[in-house]
């Protein structure tokens, strides 16, 4: 079926993976359109147009109007949209997966609903930070102190390194300005990490909101996932920027934070990561066809789409 604009809708097989795509770019004060298979932005500087499929995630900030068509697009694209305050500080929606396999999630939901197994991917989370280290053993709360540790040492190491002051990590979502240049710096560098995160989760087919180290939020994994990597991309980042004084802090974190990421391959590190947390080293590539089957306790998955009138005949 053609749509509107004479432009057949791309299956899922035809979509670039997650892995294959740019991690975010961040907008805002433009107009969002859409012009066959590309995103068009207008703004003072004129139009651009970006490739929808070759996007994992879009950051639109304050000043942005988004068209029908736009996320229509957006949406079969499976691109992640992020509507984020002003300086990056909070965001809200997302598109579609990227796949039409309920496996992971299905494993997802799974785990963390098993106790045992839950605190054995809490613990494969903080293996991934202390590689050098068996953490098996350990109780969570144990864990949480050590991770506690591990963080407070990377600030201490970047502001010395860069010479900014620093005592703690403030974060006041509703008043960003109250913040000196480093916590703003690592309020909108985390808000893009999440972001990437997010997207990431959800091109997978994972649930945003089941998570075992963060519970009982509707980002929950999100956090769980970002968490693995901020020692080495937005604190450094944002110590590096906040070094800099520059006027605005947001907009140069952002940019020096979107080349980290695309230099240090965090997003083929995330989809890897999720899948080895999930899968226990057990994935296989999924190969895009249909998963739909029905579910019986007895005979397992049975094939849909056919008729079993004489099997449920009871005369």
């Not at 907008?27 to 012009?35: A, F, G, Q, V």
């Not at 010395?160 to 913040?179: I, L, M, S």
Request: aromatic content about 8%.
């Amino acid at each position: 079926m053609e749509n509107r604009m004479g432009v057949e809708k791309p299956g899922i097989q035809a979509l670039p993976r997650i892995q294959d795509r740019m991690t975010f770019i961040y907008l805002e004060r433009c107009k969002i359109s859409r012009e066959n298979g590309a995103i068009t932005v207008t703004d003072q500087e004129g139009v651009t147009s970006i490739p929808a499929a070759a996007i994992s995630v879009l950051l639109l900030g304050p000043g942005t109007d988004v068209t029908h068509r736009a996320m229509e697009l957006i949406g079969d694209a499976g691109v992640t949209v992020i509507w984020v305050g002003e300086h990056g500080v909070r965001y809200y929606a997302y598109g579609r997966a990227l796949t039409s396999h309920a496996t992971l999630l299905i494993r997802q939901a799974q785990l963390v609903s098993n106790e045992k197994k839950h605190i054995q991917v809490a613990r494969m989370m903080y293996q991934l930070r202390f590689p050098n280290e068996d953490v098996s053993k350990l109780t969570m709360q144990q864990l949480r102190g050590r991770e506690g540790s591990r963080i407070r040492s990377a600030y201490r190491e970047q502001a010395k390194k860069w010479g900014v002051p620093w005592t703690k990590r403030d974060y006041r979502p509703d008043d960003y300005e109250a913040g000196d240049p480093v916590n703003k710096a690592l309020s909108a560098g985390n808000a893009c990490l999440y972001g990437l995160a997010h997207a990431v989760i959800c091109a997978l087919g994972c649930s945003p909101g089941l998570g075992f180290v963060h519970v009982g939020h509707e980002l929950a994994f999100v956090y769980d996932i970002a968490d693995l990597y901020k020692a080495e991309t937005t604190i450094p980042v944002a110590f590096e920027m906040a070094a800099e004084d520059t006027e605005d802090i947001g907009s140069a974190v952002r940019r020096r934070l979107r080349d980290e990421l695309r230099k240090m391959h965090i997003l083929d590190r995330m989809v890897h990561d999720i899948k080895f947390l999930l899968s226990d080293g057990e994935w296989e590539e999924e190969d895009y066809k249909s998963t739909l089957y029905l579910w019986d306790n007895l005979q397992g998955e049975l094939e849909h789409g056919v008729s079993y009138a004489k099997v449920g005949d009871r005369k």
